[in-house]
């Protein structure tokens, strides 16, 4: 079985600064890494996922992610942000292999960009 | 427009009285997911189904019920409702049996309150 930690539940920061919202994972298979984003209101959207090959993934809207497979952590980063980046971004994983689907969630950072 | 499409959007009732939340994919896919969502929790799975007739248990899937008599759509049903149900629900497809390059499409989410 796999899990998932996200360790801040709420990152607050100022337009144009740089933002990392972390995520450690666990698992004793190898696995694939997502990020998704909630805006307001709306369902989940794919910002960017990895699945193998270069460790450093770029996405949509600017963000990129790292994956250190050392460390078992998948963090999410954008150099700027904007205010319309402000939102709930999910880390998931799914085992490799015929895991059928199943994504596991951490619990979620939420995204505060003030002017 | 290829979506995810989910009623009702909201849903207020009241203990005991049975409701279904529908689901429905315009996209063909084979690869249906039903999932809660709540603060500090993340995502967990309810249930999936991998095809037509073809469903199984997720990490929560107590007081839940699901069909999958078409392949473009995957009801879900509380027979019984309670409290602890108070979530917001959202469902998810993919093409292929979720395998880890293939990406999950999530619904617009529907927010059940259980009085």
């Known amino acids: 079985a796999q899990s998932v930690t996200q360790l801040d539940s709420q990152v607050p920061v100022f337009e144009e600064a740089p933002v990392e919202l972390r995520c450690n994972y666990s698992s004793s298979v190898s696995v694939y890494l997502f990020w998704y984003v909630q805006y307001p209101n709306q369902g989940l959207q794919l910002l960017l996922k990895y699945l193998s090959g270069s460790t450093l993934v770029k996405g949509i809207n600017g963000f990129e992610a790292e994956f250190n497979k050392s460390q078992t952590s998948f963090h999410l980063r954008k150099p700027s942000v904007h205010i319309s980046d402000t939102a709930e971004y999910f880390c998931?994983?799914?085992?490799?292999?015929?895991?059928?689907?199943?994504?596991?969630f951490g619990q979620g950072t939420i995204l505060t960009v003030h002017p | 427009e290829a979506q995810v499409t989910q009623n009702p959007r909201y849903l207020i009732t009241v203990t005991g009285k049975k409701l279904t939340v529908t689901c429905s994919q315009n996209m063909n896919h084979e690869y249906m997911s039903w999932y809660r969502q709540d603060p500090g929790l993340g995502l967990r799975q309810i249930y999936y189904s991998m095809n037509v007739e073809v469903t199984d248990k997720g990490d929560v899937p107590e007081g839940y019920k699901v069909s999958r008599k078409e392949k473009r759509n995957f009801p879900l049903i509380l027979e019984s409702p309670s409290p602890n149900q108070t979530s917001l629900y959202f469902c998810?497809?993919?093409?292929?049996?979720?395998?880890?390059?293939?990406?999950?499409?999530f619904g617009p989410g529907t927010r059940l309150t259980v009085l």
């Open positions: 998810a497809s993919s093409l292929f049996q979720g395998a880890g390059t293939d990406t999950q499409y």
């Open positions: 998931a994983v799914k085992a490799g292999g015929t895991s059928y689907g199943k994504l596991t």
